[in-house]
C-alpha cells in the first residue's frame, strides 16, 4: 500500500510560480509511475503531467506545456511540480498519483491517489 501526501500549494499572483512535492511511503517508489492531476471547482479532473519510473520520460497537457516541470528524485521517495507562469485557469486541488507499470494520462489507470493540495492563482 502506497501512501502519497502533497505539500507546496497555495495562493499566488499570476505570472508567479509554485512547487508542488508529493512524498511516497508504504512501496518501492522507484517501481511506480507518478502522475500530477488537477481538478478546479465543478469541472472534471484532467491530467497535468506524467513521468516513468526512473524519470527517464515526462509527458504533459498541452495546457500547461512549457510552462510546468515533472521530476522526480527516487532517493528521497519524491515527485515535484514546478509551475512557472501561472494563469488563473491554472487553480484547482493538484493531486499526484502512482501506478506500477508504464505511465499512463488517464486517472482510471492510477492505483494510489494523495489528499491533494489547493493551487489558487489571483489575477
Known amino acids: 500500500q502506497v501512501q502519497l501526501v502533497e505539500s507546496g500549494g497555495g495562493l499566488v499572483q499570476a505570472g508567479g510560480s509554485l512547487r508542488l512535492s508529493c512524498a511516497a511511503s508504504?512501496?518501492?517508489?522507484?517501481?511506480?509511475?507518478m502522475g500530477w492531476f488537477r481538478q478546479a471547482s465543478g469541472k472534471e479532473r484532467e491530467f497535468v503531467a506524467r513521468?516513468?519510473?526512473?524519470?527517464?520520460?515526462?509527458y504533459y497537457a498541452d495546457s500547461v506545456k512549457g510552462r510546468f516541470t515533472i521530476s522526480r528524485d527516487n532517493a528521497k521517495n519524491t515527485v515535484y511540480l514546478k509551475m512557472n507562469s501561472l494563469k488563473p485557469e491554472d487553480t484547482a486541488v493538484y493531486s499526484c498519483?502512482?501506478?506500477?507499470?508504464?505511465?499512463?494520462?488517464?486517472?482510471?489507470?492510477?492505483?494510489?491517489w494523495g489528499q491533494g493540495t489547493q493551487v489558487t492563482v489571483s489575477s
Open positions: 513521468i516513468s519510473s526512473s524519470g527517464a520520460f515526462t
Open positions: 498519483a502512482a501506478r506500477r507499470g508504464t505511465s499512463s494520462y488517464l486517472a482510471k489507470d492510477y492505483d494510489y
Open positions: 508504504g512501496g518501492t517508489f522507484s517501481a511506480y509511475s
